[in-house]
């Protein structure tokens, strides 16, 4: 426990060590970045101890707070979201020197002051052992994580983003709020037990939808998520990739300690988790291939795979309570290696696109083509993020999402009715997400990286990159790749942590149905490996052709001509239009001599169109009518205080008939 309190410590030190350097840039980065590695090499240590160790550690202390004391618990469960956790935000911590986004050393500084003090709030979180601290906590996390989505605060829409964000999460933060008022009045206690809470069948529904609303908003949870594209359109790469890559993990944890809180599982919660993964899955990687800013195709992406840890979520739920371990088992290991699994794949790829976009001065990709040519490290670390996420066999992604197949299947096999049909929606769904994920990730890859330049680039941009952005990249691809070459080893390391999800659960299970896809992602690795250095021999003796790619069938052809990111995703668009209901602008050609001509499409997340804006209208009207009722004269005032009155009265004085 010492190692982790020294680690919070140090981040808490670096949070505020920038105001001695706010007027200085190199100094006050070197502290920012400098607190946030130390401590996560503290945190790393204690996570990896206490992932390995069978006792948790706990530490108790007096706190003069109401309702409350200081209590802090590291135990298996804790550290499978702390170890991420600490490495990630390490590298995002390096990646953030070479791009920070103001020129005065306050501004560096404060960002970040904001960045360790998110590293300290997320850390918190997984340690409280009570439910003051972890509401205190998790409002620092919102607060600090804001003040980096705004750190170019100079723009319109990175204001409103955060303006979005901020509303979301504190409408979680009440949900939140209310469930740990129940769970205190149910337990008589404001500790985070581990008994289960004895409730009717609707109060246990009730506390399962304020869980949901409270830790999937910020999860990213469908329909909870909206506010995650703007957020990570408008935050720095750095920022981006952590929030994708831990922040949303906080929601994952909460769901993983308090559910267990409900009582035994029952199939309504696993059916309702089953529900909204599989929809959160497919729809935002349909979203995600429909955008033409990098970011937001990322962001979706996220979106996509929160869907996916929560159908993994459910169908471990859905084994628990029809008795079948090998299920459960199954389902909450998916989701652990597959948080892992995404949380390295997407802060390369954040880290990675980001470097791109912040030299090239755009986040287009209509207008990028040609990247990997300039910054062929960069971009060749960024395609190993593209691969892990789009579950290329030999990376990452492929063992998570196999694990969620196998648990899949296995559930389809074991299980009757409605539980079985569920399960086979599932496979559907997980079939097709797979397909369009990687429709989309060649499209980032094919339109982005390949081809000629559809716009030439500022002057001066893509010199040689820095080693901080670099070291980062190539620390997190060897992190996909060791954990798709090595996945049995960590499936034991999270074996504590599965025990604490499913008692009774055999993990040796999954470790023997990993083991195989270990010695495969090896074969194919070297079976790469051994193509790119034939290649590069036959080459050598070959006479050079320069020659254009992707020049869609036109030899020497302009940029322009290729294949847009529009017209490579038009087909999937066409076979799902009833679904996504995309509004297409058309503008001639018209006469035998048409002047100009030209074509545009806008696919928009339905959740916001049909959902959040009719009911933000209708809150609109409503405060608009009550605001109406304020007039400038006393005597419309006092016709109010005197009508309160009456009412008041009235209550007083009314007789009341007591029906035995």
Avoid at 65 to 91: K, Y
Avoid at 206 to 229: C, N, S
């Amino acid at each position: 426990m010492s190692l982790i309190l020294a680690a919070v410590a140090v981040w808490l030190l670096g949070a505020v060590g920038w105001a001695l350097a706010r007027r200085r840039r190199d100094l006050a980065a070197a502290i920012g970045a400098g607190a946030a590695v130390v401590g996560a090499a503290l945190g790393a240590c204690a996570a990896g101890s206490a992932l390995s160790g069978r006792e948790a550690q706990v530490l108790s202390a007096a706190w003069p707070v109401p309702f409350a004391g200081l209590g802090l618990r590291l135990d298996a469960l804790a550290a499978a979201f702390l170890l991420p956790l600490c490495l990630i935000g390490a590298l995002c911590a390096i990646l953030a020197v070479p791009t920070r986004h103001h020129a005065d050393g306050g501004g560096a500084g404060a960002g970040f002051a904001a960045f360790n003090a998110l590293l300290a709030s997320m850390a918190t979180v997984v340690l409280a052992a009570n439910l003051v601290l972890l509401l205190a906590a998790w409002e620092v996390m919102t607060f600090a994580s804001y003040a980096l989505v705004v750190t170019d605060h100079d723009s319109r829409a990175v204001r409103e983003a955060g303006y979005q964000y901020l509303i979301f999460s504190q409408l979680a933060a009440g949900a939140l709020l209310l469930l740990f008022l129940v769970l205190a009045a149910a337990t008589g206690t404001w500790e985070l037990a581990a008994v289960p809470v004895a409730h009717a069948r609707t109060a246990v529904a009730g506390l399962f939808v304020l869980m949901v609303i409270g830790f999937g908003t910020k999860a990213a949870v469908v329909p909870f998520h909206v506010w995650l594209p703007a957020a990570h359109a408008a935050a720095p790469a750095h920022v981006s990739a952590l929030m994708s890559g831990v922040m949303i993990t906080m929601g994952f944890y909460g769901l993983a300690r308090f559910l267990p809180l409900l009582g035994p599982p029952s199939p309504g919660v696993a059916f309702t988790l089953i529900g909204l993964g599989a929809a959160g899955a497919l729809g935002a990687v349909l979203l995600a291939l429909l955008q033409r800013d990098v970011k937001r195709v990322l962001a979706y992406s996220t979106v996509e795979n929160a869907g996916l840890i929560t159908l993994a979520m459910g169908a471990g739920l859905l084994g628990q309570w029809a008795g079948a371990p090998e299920l459960a088992v199954l389902g909450w290991s998916a989701a652990l290696f597959h948080i892992w699994s995404h949380s390295l794949a997407k802060s390369l790829l954040f880290g990675g696109v980001g470097a791109f976009a912040h030299e090239a001065r755009s986040r287009d990709l209509e207008g990028w083509g040609g990247l990997l040519a300039r910054w062929p490290v960069v971009g060749g670390l960024t395609v190993v993020g593209a691969l892990a996420i789009a579950a290329v066999p030999g990376l990452s992604g492929f063992v998570g999402e196999w694990l969620i197949f196998r648990a899949l299947f296995a559930g389809a096999l074991v299980l009757h009715g409605v539980a079985r049909a569920a399960m086979v929606v599932g496979i559907a769904v997980l079939a097709m997400t797979a397909a369009v994920t990687l429709a989309g990730q060649a499209r980032l890859i094919g339109i982005g990286l390949l081809g000629t330049p559809r716009r030439e680039p500022p002057a001066g941009a893509f010199r040689p990159p820095a080693r901080a952005t670099t070291a980062p990249l190539a620390a997190l691809a060897g992190s996909c790749l060791l954990i798709a070459w090595f996945p049995a080893p960590l499936v034991a390391a999270l074996a504590g942590a599965l025990a604490t999800l499913v008692p009774g659960g055999a993990p040796t299970l999954v470790v023997d149905a990993v083991r195989p896809l270990g010695s495969l992602a090896l074969v194919l690795t070297g079976v790469v490996a051994l193509v790119a250095v034939l290649r590069g021999a036959l080459a050598g003796r070959g006479v050079p052709r320069a020659t254009e790619t992707w020049g869609c069938g036109y030899a020497g052809a302009p940029g322009r001509t290729q294949y847009s990111a529009s017209s490579l995703a038009e087909p999937v668009r066409q076979a799902f239009a009833p679904l996504l209901r995309t509004r297409v602008e058309r503008l001639g050609p018209v006469g035998y001599w048409p002047a100009e001509a030209s074509w545009r499409s806008r696919t928009l997340d339905r959740t916001v169109t049909g959902v959040y804006r009719p009911a933000f209208g209708g809150v609109s009207a409503l405060l608009q009518r009550l605001r109406d009722l304020q007039e400038p004269r006393v005597t419309t005032y006092l016709r109010y205080v005197v009508l309160a009155l009456l009412v008041v009265l009235a209550l007083l004085f009314l007789p009341i008939v007591v029906r035995p």
